[in-house]
């Protein structure tokens, strides 16, 4: 039964829900159609108790849908133990999201125009994922709009054929366009033996680079950890007090270009300094509770893998980067460092092809794309092998249209830097705008 089929039990319900939410229950004030409160922010901290339970109860349902929370502990096994239904989080969702929306933020600062935008779409996010959970099938852009607060972009075939025809001419040898880029890339694996020596510079360069311009806490630290069987190539988990634990799947051959992307991405200045920076300005700074906890499908992750990818680039800019391959991690590698362009030049167009993954989700989920359809629409339009087209597919089963929020994600982030005047020529406002973003509860459509 769907949430909004409740009529007569809502009422019951609504309780049962409030006395789950213990503590809570003086938030609403309903007197006028309006709060007006000497202390908006006050107002927002007793809302933000409500939202951190709300989001624990999920995980209860759909365990993975918190991917880190470093809050109180005793909250945390409150919530397990209440026994909270998905109708009580759904008829929870829809009162916090009223008390939230009729608090008028006239006149305030506005990283508080910002907390209270970002804590109504957050709740509007878990209140879809309910929906989900519960058997109501959303399309693929309603799922992106709903969950991730974003419109993907359609692309037709044609526009990621007019690239691989210009890989069809760079590339040489015999057989298909992905035959051949993945024979290239074989010249450009990291060998089994050198990979953690490999990795692990370059954090350390991703880290010296972040440092000079972000200040972290001198006790923010991580852990690295080769694991197998995951449906993708990294991942960090936030552990709290400025700590991360980050992954690295070695079923994946590791090119090159691999190892600063995920060096960034998973660790400076992506999602480790995301998350330092939100729990040590805003959960410990400010006090602000919704920040001492990540949903994973949430309008915030949006912001989380475009800021992670967008800051390969910020700290690894251009020549910089083939540069510090050229010189170290070739190398280092035991690779021939004289092909550094050939394969950049090979790199900067697959890259162009990364919306492909997009439009296979998007057919896949709703239903015009069978398994094979899409693995092979993998092979033959993003050009990987088999193998990895088979990976690809299993991290949509798994994470559906989560996706978008790699590539649109990163779009997004650059286009507003970029129109705040932090430029590719100008990277001391590219730092200090990407900084400001990372410590903001800033969400997609805010970036526009």
């Known amino acids: 039964m769907r949430f909004t089929d409740f009529n007569a039990s809502k009422n019951v319900l609504l309780v049962l829900s409030?006395?789950?939410?213990i503590s809570c229950t003086d938030t609403s004030v309903k007197k006028d159609d309006t709060l007006m409160?000497?202390?908006?922010?006050?107002?927002?901290?007793?809302?933000?108790?409500?939202?951190?339970?709300?989001?624990?109860?999920?995980?209860?349902?759909?365990?993975?849908?918190?991917?880190?929370?470093y809050g109180d502990p005793a909250v945390k096994e409150e919530v397990e133990l209440s026994g909270v239904t998905l109708a009580e989080l759904k008829l929870e969702a829809e009162d916090l999201l009223s008390v939230v929306n009729r608090i008028d933020m006239s006149g305030e600062e506005e990283i508080l125009l910002l907390r209270k935008q970002y804590l109504s779409k957050q709740i509007e996010s878990v209140s879809a994922r309910i929906d989900m959970v519960e058997g109501v099938n959303f399309s693929f852009d309603e799922e992106a709009k709903?969950?991730?607060?974003?419109?993907?972009?359609?692309?037709?075939?044609?526009?990621?054929?007019?690239i691989?025809?210009?890989?069809?001419?760079l590339l040489p040898g015999e057989g298909t366009v992905s035959e051949r880029l993945n024979r290239f890339k074989e010249d450009f694996i990291v060998p089994d033996e050198k990979v953690d020596a490999v990795f692990e510079e370059a954090i350390r360069e991703a880290r010296k680079r972040t440092q000079k311009h972000i200040q972290l806490p001198e006790n923010e630290k991580f852990e690295l950890e080769y694991v197998t069987g995951k449906p993708w190539t990294g991942y960090n988990w936030y552990k709290g007090n400025s700590h991360s634990l980050i992954q690295l799947n070695r079923d994946i051959p590791l090119t090159i270009d691999r190892v600063v992307d995920v060096a960034s991405h998973e660790g400076y200045p992506g999602h480790h300094v995301y998350n330092v920076?939100?729990?040590n300005r805003l959960a410990k700074g400010r006090g602000w509770l919704e920040f001492t906890i990540n949903p994973l499908y949430s309008s915030q992750s949006m912001i989380s893998e475009g800021t992670a990818n967008f800051g390969i680039e910020?700290?690894?800019?251009?020549?910089?980067?083939?540069?510090?391959?050229?010189?170290?991690?070739f190398p280092l590698a035991g690779l021939d460092s004289t092909r550094v362009e050939e394969y950049y030049k090979v790199f900067e167009l697959t890259e162009k092809l990364d919306y492909v993954q997009n439009e296979i989700a998007r057919g896949y989920?709703?239903?015009?794309?069978?398994?094979v359809q899409a693995e092979e629409k993998f092979v033959r339009l993003r050009l990987y092998t088999p193998q990895r087209a088979a990976q690809r597919v299993r991290f949509i089963d798994q994470y559906r249209a989560y996706v978008i929020n790699y590539n649109l994600g990163k779009d997004l982030v650059k286009e507003y830097i970029e129109s705040r005047g932090g430029t590719s020529d100008n990277p001391e406002k590219r730092w200090k705008e990407f900084e400001a973003l990372l410590s903001s509860p800033r969400l997609p459509s805010s970036l526009k």
């Open 146 to 162: 709903l969950i991730f607060d974003a419109d993907p972009p359609n692309l037709p075939d044609s526009f990621f054929e007019k």
């Open 18 to 21: 409030m006395l789950f939410l």
């Open 277 to 279: 920076l939100l729990e």
């Open 365 to 371: 989920l709703n239903g015009d794309l069978d398994r």
């Open 164 to 169: 691989i025809e210009e890989l069809d001419e």
């Open 37 to 69: 409160l000497k202390n908006r922010n006050e107002e927002l901290n007793r809302i933000a108790e409500r939202y951190v339970k709300l989001m624990l109860g999920m995980d209860t349902h759909e365990r993975g849908y918190v991917d880190a929370y």
């Open 314 to 329: 910020v700290a690894f800019p251009g020549e910089e980067r083939i540069r510090y391959e050229r010189e170290v991690l």
